[in-house]
């Protein structure tokens, strides 16, 4: 999925949008439950080579989502799956977005932090 069609699934699905909590990194976008204000997704553009070697300095986007610990070691065995970027690595992991993961499995793992983080 390309960033700006997550960014409509979220909006359609749970009536969020995206707020922009850091002026210097506009590429940089949060989602919060409007209940109790937990990020469920966190939506940022870095450097490939912060998430895997031989990435050099090329621009991605990528997505943190949380998900069951038991489950993380397993989903970050998919292609496009990483640990977490500057988020707890037992509890998130991050999707390389426009990568050859599932779309399908990427709604899923969206719905999925949703339930996770709403309490």
């Known amino acids: 999925m390309k960033r700006d069609e997550v960014i409509d699934y979220i909006q359609s699905h749970y009536g969020v949008a ?4 850091w002026a210097k990194l506009p590429k940089y976008l949060v989602f919060r439950h409007t209940n109790n204000s937990k990020w469920f997704a966190v939506m940022m553009s870095i450097p490939a080579n912060k998430l895997y070697e031989g990435g050099g ?6 997505i943190n989502l949380k998900a069951a610990p038991e489950l993380v070691g397993s989903l970050r065995l998919n292609k496009g799956v990483y640990p977490a970027y500057h988020m707890n690595k037992e509890h998130w992991v991050t999707v390389h977005l426009n990568s050859d993961f599932n779309k399908h499995e990427l709604t899923l793992l969206i719905d999925e932090s949703y339930k996770l983080t709403y309490k």
């Open 57 to 62: 300095g090329k621009i991605i986007d990528i």
């Open 18 to 21: 995206p707020e922009h909590p």
